[in-house]
């Protein structure tokens, strides 16, 4: 499955996100308020998650090809300062040292990931391409936070989409339930669909917009069993769980997207 965006755009991209972010916790009345899309946090505890992360991705792209993460001591973050200003600036740090590490790695570098079995490479770009998605969805927690949601940028969304479908979707652990495919539309014109069977999950981008690729003997697939249409952004923000799949347009089996959200593969 090719990635939409190219090495520099997602480079290009994360640094857009971080930036959104940083200005979405400095418009936040407080550093306690409650991040409504993920409860259990306050907004510092999301500064510092992602802050945190990110210096440890850092850590795993600088160093190459590994068959596990590098030490904590490799990338043991200073304590999150609690103050706003201060806070923000070690947040730009972290991203900073994320980005430098990718610049540095290039793109086809290997390095450890936790999807070793799906269908995105154990690459410095594969990681690249998943960091814009984390940093994209909570700057997208912090907006709301603020009380100033913004939509995805559709560049990060189309990608966003098949981006999880492949990385945190698609493995060789079996599925559960009887074999399915659910087919994803967005509304922009792109399309992919999910097959599940006692194989795994795998992710193919589709031919056209709302329509199935064709199939080796030249005859389109079957129909899927379930679908979801909407904008991309709101398709990313329904696979990480941020609103409901009733807020978009589902057909078919609705219990399959409740099996999907169930589903822990590694268990």
Do not use: N
């Not at 640094?15 to 200005?23: G, I, N, P, Q, V």
């Not at 991040?35 to 998650?49: A, G, I, Y």
């Not at 560049?155 to 659910?182: I, K, M, N, Q, R």
């Not at 199935?212 to 030249?218: R, V």
């Amino acid at each position: 499955m090719e990635s939409t965006l190219e090495f520099p755009d997602l480079l290009r991209l994360i640094d857009e996100r971080s930036t959104a972010f940083s200005a979405a916790v400095a418009s936040a009345p407080r550093l306690d308020a409650q991040v409504p899309t993920c409860p259990d946090w306050t907004l510092f505890d999301l500064v510092r998650h992602l802050g945190e992360g990110r210096r440890k991705w850092a850590a795993v792209v600088a160093a190459g090809p590994a068959g596990a993460p590098p030490p904590q001591s490799a990338w043991d973050a200073p304590t999150a300062p609690r103050e706003r200003e201060a806070l923000l600036e070690w947040w730009a740090a972290s991203a900073r040292q994320l980005l430098d590490a990718l610049r540095e790695s290039g793109p086809d570098r290997g390095c450890w990931t936790w999807w070793g079995t799906s269908q995105s490479p154990q690459t410095a770009g594969a990681a690249a391409r998943h960091q814009l998605q984390e940093i994209a969805v909570h700057t997208y927690d912090a907006q709301m936070t603020a009380g100033v949601p913004r939509p995805l940028p559709d560049e990060v969304a189309l990608d966003g989409v098949e981006e999880f479908l492949s990385t945190c979707c698609a493995t060789t652990s079996a599925w559960p339930h009887e074999p399915a495919a659910v087919d994803y539309h967005a509304t922009e014109g792109r399309s992919w669909r999910l097959a599940l069977s006692a194989d795994g999950a795998r992710a193919v981008r589709l031919a056209g917009p709302g329509t199935a690729s064709a199939t080796a003997a030249g005859e389109p697939p079957a129909a899927a069993d379930a679908s979801l249409r909407g904008p991309a952004g709101e398709l990313v923000l329904v696979l990480y769980g941020r609103i409901p799949v009733d807020s978009l347009k589902a057909g078919g089996e609705r219990r399959l997207f409740d099996r999907l959200l169930a589903w822990d593969p590694d268990e």
